[in-house]
């Protein structure tokens, strides 16, 4: 009898698709296309079981498709470019480049024996001077068709790495790798002009029909569609040229509850009198060692100074209010400047509680209600509130009515226009770091900002840089930074900052359509290939990398380098839970924790006998060493185990926790499935037996089954009806033909899942070919519908018996067998049914 040994099947099943070229996708236009992909890894040296589980989706799918007759594009690349090489040529030496493809080779490495699907010839990083030359040509599109621009902007600005971080690299104020306090500078940018999309990008939400509805959510909370009123306050005491102060609100209904006006730092009222005044200018100064996050800002101390100037307010002249400036005020949201309403803003609340300001509500829970607030009231707006100080005349009144009230009564005025205003801002896609795609424009003195002739792209990165400095290397190298103006040959300087990363993995997906492409996307192969039909990645990329590719599909089509077809990118969209593991760690003698690795505790214990601590189901993370090591599983188990069990444990959109005890019991599982092929194989070929049809009926109910649950990522659900299925053929007396065709069909139904195992099963049978290329097994209806059902009996609301009866019973038989139940007779001891009620296929109710 043979064994199951997972090193030699997969090693040889892996050469025959290498050799074969399985994957290798080629347009075909006689065949239905299918471009499933997974959000592109970052090379950061080793992978973990959370990216098993995520491409093991995306193969599953991917082999499905194959089996289904589709012509399948499932490529892989690397999201290349990024501080973290920066950071670690700074830290151990080296250089970025160096580091980046060593770990892109190491990672290769760990992945292609998880034998996966991937079409490796079309493979690139985003730091290969061929895939971001490309970028660097689409900017150029972007700038001639006005989609990029340049201004000055307020930035978070990281002191020691000097550099701009994005929001969501700013953690409690703090720059996410160097941990220094983030500043407020205001520098000049590059911006991508996405909020101009605003209204298209949100409404078009309402077409992603297989997106998940709460990634929907996220972002149109993110673009944030308001509609509210723009008005000005005339100002008192003002330097000249600022006699008015344009305010934004969301909420005008609250206008008669205004007790202050607030402006940034940044405003240019406040940057006059930062010019004038010490304090001022102090104050301001202070403003901007904050970060610019919304977390920040809400989080922070609010701090205020008084400038002296006040406002008239619109309803009633006589009333003045003081202007402050406040530290968590933008300039980038609305006009740079508010008024407070303290009484129904829990931010205003603790500013004017702190600066003694008048709190004056404008609506209450009920007419009773005391005037004097302990703390904000601010109640949802579809809520019905009693207004004291409303705009209309019904006093009883919705947020949402009162706010449309309040806009008719200041148009009505002449107090401001009702607006419809967006949350979105621009992107802006400067970063002052060498290790990332180069700006493709040159500064002369003569000219100007002058774009760089395609020609002369790739603008590569030189790669004689010194990190010893902290800061942008590109400012400090003369040779690569000095060069000629394109347009009038006069020495110029290049742009040193570089693109955002997630300007890299905006278009990589149309990239895959044609990665050797001398143009950024090749139309033919875009209009193939396009859109992904499946996209599969974490939720936390669910705003800024999914709606950027969005707007960037956008311009790819305006600039002539994506079909219109093609504008919304992603036809579905799928976001995978984490794999989690137990998290083990003693403490030193001051108390802080040591972690220790899953393969060096056994029973809660270490080698040495110390017993650990246990932190149940945490994300893996190296830092706390709950990672397992994919390639110590697949050494141990087989690729395929680890395959199975990520996809058996739990549904795919939820987290799995990663046991030892799970791996052992799925490679138990395949060995199982192995042996019984192995028993079929020695059966005699003639041999007849009993239940064939059983045993048939049962494999068509589960190719039903597993077909649907691999359609609707039930994996999980899927890969029970094969356990089930495995322990029925195991059990089964059929005949040889019947149980080939039953093992054969096993092996095809878990290819997607196990794809090694079942190519060996499927040779071990005498199948044709390769298994991954054999088509997909189809249910027989036939054979899905039962000839017989079971029915239960009650009798008065009880159950008493059940009875099996062909399907097709006629209602009258199906009563007669009933009553004759011995079980029934007893209950109703000689007494006459007054009605039976049978309702078919389902029950059979006897009422006494």
């Known amino acids: ?109 760990q992945m292609k024996p998880l034998g996966l699907s991937i079409d490796w010839s079309r493979e690139f990083a985003t730091c290969d001077p061929e895939y971001y030359g490309q970028q660097q040509a689409l900017f150029l599109d972007f700038l001639e068709s006005d989609l990029v621009y340049r201004k000055n902007a307020i930035v978070n600005w990281d002191p020691v790495d000097m550099t701009v971080l994005a929001n969501e690299q700013v953690e409690n104020g703090r720059g996410w790798r160097s941990g220094a306090l983030v500043e407020r500078r205001e520098l000049t940018q590059w911006f991508f002009k996405i909020s101009e999309h605003s209204e298209e990008l949100l409404s078009a939400l309402d077409t992603l029909d297989n997106w998940p509805a709460k990634v929907k959510l996220m972002q149109a909370n993110w673009i944030g569609k308001s509609r509210g009123l723009q008005f000005a306050f005339s100002t008192v005491d003002a330097p000249d040229g600022h006699d008015r102060i344009e305010v934004y609100t969301t909420r005008p209904d609250t206008l008669m509850g205004a007790s202050f006006v607030g402006i940034s730092p940044d405003h240019p009222l406040a940057k006059v009198l930062e010019r004038e005044n010490e304090d001022v200018a102090a104050f301001c100064a202070q403003c901007r060692t904050g970060g610019t996050t919304e977390e920040a800002i809400e989080t922070a101390e609010k701090l205020g100074f008084d400038t002296g100037i006040r406002v008239r307010h619109p309803f009633d002249t006589a009333h003045e209010m003081p202007v402050y400036i406040a530290n968590f005020i933008l300039m980038d949201y609305g006009t740079g400047a508010i008024f407070g309403c303290p009484a129904h803003d829990e931010r205003d609340f603790e500013f004017a509680t702190k600066y003694g300001l008048p709190i004056i509500s404008t609506f209450l829970p009920s007419e009773e209600s005391a005037e004097e607030l302990d703390e904000a009231y601010v109640p949802p707006k579809t809520d019905k509130v009693f207004y004291n100080r409303g705009f209309a005349g019904e006093q009883w009144q919705t947020g949402e009515e009162a706010i449309d009230a309040a806009i008719d009564f200041c148009e009505q005025n002449g107090v401001g226009q009702g607006v419809t205003k967006f949350r979105l801002r621009d992107w802006g896609l400067s970063r002052q770091r060498y290790w990332g795609c180069p700006i493709p424009v040159v500064h002369c003195d003569a000219c100007g900002v002058v774009p760089e002739k395609k020609e002369n792209l790739p603008i590569e990165l030189p790669y004689d840089v010194d990190f010893s400095t902290p800061g942008n290397p590109l400012d400090r190298h003369p040779t690569w930074r000095d060069c000629t103006c394109p347009a009038c040959g006069a020495p110029a300087k290049r742009e040193t900052d570089t693109m955002d990363t997630f300007v890299d993995s905006s278009w990589y997906f149309a990239r895959f359509t044609a990665p050797r492409a001398e143009t950024p996307t090749n139309m033919e192969d875009a209009q193939y290939w396009m859109n992904v039909d499946q996209y599969i990645g974490g939720i936390e990329h669910a705003i800024l990398h999914l709606l950027y590719s969005r707007f960037f599909a956008r311009a790819m089509h305006i600039t002539g380098h994506l079909p219109e077809s093609a504008i919304e990118p992603f036809d579905a969209l799928f976001t995978q839970g984490m794999v989690t593991h137990e998290i083990y760690l003693t403490r030193d003698e001051n108390g802080r924790p040591v972690y220790h690795l899953p393969e060096d505790v056994t029973d809660g214990k270490l080698a040495d006998g110390t017993e650990v601590e246990i932190i149940p189901s945490a994300k893996m993370s190296k830092s706390k060493k709950n990672v397992v090591d994919p390639l110590n599983i697949i ?88 356990y089930a299925f495995t322990a029925t053929l195991q059990k089964s007396k059929a005949g040889y033909a019947a149980q080939r065709e039953a093992i054969m069909t096993l092996a095809q139904l878990m290819s997607p899942m196990t794809p ?22 189809k249910a027989d209806e036939a054979m899905l519908v039962d000839d017989t059902i079971t029915m239960p009996i009650q009798v008065n609301g009880k159950r008493r018996a059940e009875i099996n009866v062909p399907a097709d019973m006629a209602k009258e038989e199906v009563e007669k067998i009933a009553l004759a139940h011995e079980a029934v007779i007893r209950t109703l001891d000689g007494a006459a049914p007054k009605k039976v009620i049978v309702v078919p296929g389902r029950i059979v109710n006897v009422v006494a």
């Open 635 to 722: 050494s141990n188990y087989g690729a395929d185990t680890a395959r199975w069990f990520v996809l058996s444990d739990s549904p795919p959109e939820r987290d799995v926790e990663w046991t030892a005890s799970g791996a052992e019991a799925a490679f138990k599982h395949l060995t199982r499935v192995w042996n019984l092929c192995d028993k079929i194989g020695q059966m005699d070929k003639d041999a007849k037996g009993e239940g064939d049809d059983d045993l048939l009926r049962a494999m068509h109910k589960t190719i039903h089954d597993v077909t649907m649950g691999i359609e609707s990522f039930g994996f999980n659900a899927a890969i029970a009806k094969l």
């Open 756 to 777: 090694h195992l079942a190519e060996d099963v499927w040779a071990h049978q005498g199948g044709d070919g390769l298994i991954v290329n054999a088509p997909w097994p």
């Open 1 to 109: 009898m043979s064994r199951y040994i997972p090193a030699e099947i997969e090693a040889r099943w892996q050469q025959a698709w290498e050799e074969n070229e399985t994957f290798k996708a080629v347009r075909d236009a006689s065949k239905p296309k299918y471009y499933v992909l997974e959000m592109f890894p970052y090379p950061s040296g080793r992978i973990h079981m959370g990216h098993v589980r995520n491409y093991t989706m995306g193969d599953v799918i991917a082999r499905y498709k194959i089996a289904t007759g589709h012509n399948v594009l499932h490529p892989m690349g690397w999201d290349a470019f990024g501080m973290p090489a920066e950071n670690a040529a700074m830290a151990i030496g080296g250089h970025p480049k160096d580091w980046t493809y060593g770990n892109i080779d190491d990672m290769r490495g």
